[in-house]
């Protein structure tokens, strides 16, 4: 497995496995605790795994937590995604910053999306499972959604938008988000 930085987003990773393939299909390690640690981060920090499955289309996003932050490592296992991280760090280098990923089955890269990133993603596939890595439980109360299209972001989502959250429908814009956290 190797990890790599994410110029755009300070402090982000995608660590890519290394298939073994062969005549019944392939076999990779997704998660290895030297590896993360390699590049600074705890591997013990990590608490909760979740899923998510949607059919091409779906977007969900963009979301990030509000307080202390949430780091996740996002992976899509089955299908493809457009896989979509924006740095909302006020002291960081790459403060509004973006960097897309497509992220897919085959590969099983995985990105580390740092805390005070929003994340999002489109489904590419008939089917996509997105699987989640997160370093705290989820509180709804501290959940925070930006438009995912937002003009501002001006996100270059590949695929017309099916089916989205009513969350997502109806999130703020980004500047009505960072108008909000400065009061």
Same mark, same amino acid.
């Given at each position: 497995?190797? !990890?790599?930085?994410? $110029?755009?987003?300070?402090? !982000?990773?995608?660590?890519? $496995?290394?298939?073994?393939?062969d005549e019944r299909g392939f076999f990779c390690r997704t998660f290895d605790a030297d590896v993360v640690r390699s590049v600074g981060l705890d591997p013990d920090a990590f608490v909760?795994? *979740?899923?998510?499955? =949607? ?11 509000? %307080? ?8 899509? *296992? ?13 002291? *960081? ?11 897919? %089955?085959? #590969? ?16 590419? #596939? ?18 925070? #959604? ?11 989502? $590949? ?13 703020? =814009? ?8 400065? *009061?």
């Amino acid at each position: 497995m190797r !990890a790599t930085e994410v $110029p755009a987003i300070a402090g !982000a990773y995608l660590f890519e $496995p290394t298939p073994h393939a062969d005549e019944r299909g392939f076999f990779c390690r997704t998660f290895d605790a030297d590896v993360v640690r390699s590049v600074g981060l705890d591997p013990d920090a990590f608490v909760q795994d *979740s899923l998510s499955r =949607s059919v091409r289309g779906v977007l969900r996003g963009l979301h990030l937590r509000s %307080g202390a932050g949430e780091a996740k490592l996002v992976r899509c *296992s089955y299908g493809e995604v457009f896989d979509v991280v924006v740095d909302l760090r006020k002291d *960081s280098p790459t403060y509004l910053g973006r960097a897309f990923f497509e992220l897919s %089955g085959e #590969t099983q890269a995985t990105v580390y999306v740092p805390a005070g990133c929003a994340h999002g993603f489109q489904a590419l #596939t008939g089917t996509a499972d997105v699987s989640y890595r997160i370093d705290r439980p989820h509180d709804p109360a501290e959940d925070v #959604t930006i438009a995912f299209d937002d003009p501002q972001l001006n996100i270059p989502w $590949p695929l017309p938008v099916t089916t989205t959250s009513r969350r997502d429908r109806e999130a703020p =814009s980004l500047a009505e988000v960072l108008r909000k956290e400065e *009061s």
